[in-house]
């Protein structure tokens, strides 16, 4: 995760909201590796990310951008935790009908079946196995 690693290797300044690593408390592993990055919306939230999102114009830019971690025929599949942060951020433009489908039927079926979290996880794993053999 890159908040962990500039925590342990580095120590961000931020001037006229961008932040950057600062050359002199900073490591010079984290230097060689995130010292040339700059890192204008590390503190934002999704919510904040949507804003700016539709206020500079970039929906259509935004419909290219991958974040599914277990996608389904090529598709964000709607319940990994990348899918439902897009979901439940205002950002379900983001996702094909199929995965808001998807969504809401493991939402409902998770409020009135407490086992529904095992049906979920049996999903999401056999995906990854899918996926690291190979088989998406």
């Not at 904040?48 to 951008?65: A, C």
């Not at 094909?96 to 079926?109: T, W």
């Amino acid at each position: 995760h890159i908040l962990k690693s500039i925590d342990e290797y580095g120590h961000l300044v931020n001037q006229d909201r961008v932040y950057y690593l600062d050359r002199e408390k900073s490591t010079e592993d984290g230097l060689l590796v995130l010292g040339n990055f700059l890192f204008p919306i590390i503190d934002k939230t999704e919510r904040d990310m949507v804003n700016l999102v539709k206020e500079w114009g970039f929906e259509d830019v935004m419909k290219h951008i991958w974040f599914c971690h277990t996608p389904v025929k090529g598709e964000p599949c709607g319940v990994c935790h990348p899918c439902e942060v897009k979901i439940e951020s205002e950002m379900q433009w983001l996702l094909p009908n199929n995965a808001l489908q998807r969504y809401a039927c493991y939402k409902n079926k998770a409020a009135r079946n407490p086992f529904t979290f095992i049906h979920i996880l049996l999903i999401k794993v056999s995906n990854k196995v899918r996926r690291a053999l190979g088989l998406f």
